[in-house]
């Protein structure tokens, strides 16, 4: 099975602050990774597809890369609506796996 | 638009069945395979399966072969997630998800407690 090594398991951030959360898989994934938001009591909302692929409806401050197999979500500008976790999943191959998620909240 | 809407919750015993429903609606239910996930209290995300909703074939994660059964009712474009002989770890909120987690049902909370 692929592990999903997500990081940080906690980040408190300001208004309008950069922030970044990143995902390493255990082998290789291609670009099989895709990013989601959740808040509580709500399921999870899917960000970014594709590794870089913004999802409709999305606001363009979210933004997903790659660098060789290290996978980061930034959030620019960061806003009150976005507390919340992040996970991160790959698709890559069988069974499916989720990063253990990234609790981000406001500072 | 596209909706998937989830029975509601559900409150077992131990070694009772249960059974979750979800309702897709504003698309064609057959384009895209049907994902279960699994979220226990406080915690994190799990990949339970899925079924391909053209053909009915179910494909289980290893942890949940035996007691969970994935099926269909096509013509009222719904899956079902039942599982069978409930433990107390099975207290969990359920997510049906389509067209590769674009769209998420809202959540079934199944409580298993004497």
């Known amino acids: 099975d692929i592990q999903m090594t997500q990081s940080p398991a906690s980040l408190s951030a300001s208004l309008e602050e950069i922030v970044t959360i990143t995902c390493q898989p255990s082998?290789?994934?291609?670009?099989?990774l895709s990013w989601y938001q959740q808040k509580p009591g709500k399921s999870p909302q899917l960000l970014i597809h594709?590794?870089?692929s913004l999802a409709d409806g999305v606001p363009s401050r979210f933004s997903g890369s790659r660098s060789g197999t290290q996978y980061s979500l930034k959030i620019n500008r960061l806003q009150v609506e976005d507390t919340g976790i992040y996970y991160c999943?790959?698709?890559?191959?069988?069974?499916?796996?989720f990063g253990a998620g990234t609790k981000l909240e406001l500072k | 638009q596209i909706q998937l809407v989830q029975s509601g919750p559900e409150l077992k015993k131990p070694g009772e069945s249960v059974k979750i429903s979800c309702k897709a609606s504003?698309?064609?239910?057959?384009?895209?395979?049907m994902h279960w996930v699994k979220q226990a209290p406080g915690k994190g995300l799990k990949w339970m399966g899925w079924?391909?909703?053209?053909?009915?074939?179910?494909t289980y994660a290893d942890d949940f072969k035996g007691r969970f059964v994935f099926s269909l009712e096509a013509s009222a474009s719904t899956a079902n997630l039942q599982i069978s002989n409930l433990k107390n770890e099975d207290t969990a909120t359920y997510f049906c998800?389509?067209?590769?987690?674009?769209?998420w049902g809202q959540g079934t909370l199944v409580t298993v407690s004497s």
């Open positions: 079924i391909n909703t053209y053909t009915g074939k179910p």
């Open positions: 999943l790959q698709g890559y191959s069988a069974p499916y796996t």
């Open positions: 998800a389509s067209n590769w987690f674009a769209y």
């Open positions: 082998q290789d994934i291609g670009n099989y």
């Open positions: 594709s590794a870089t």
């Open positions: 504003g698309y064609t239910f057959t384009d895209y395979a």
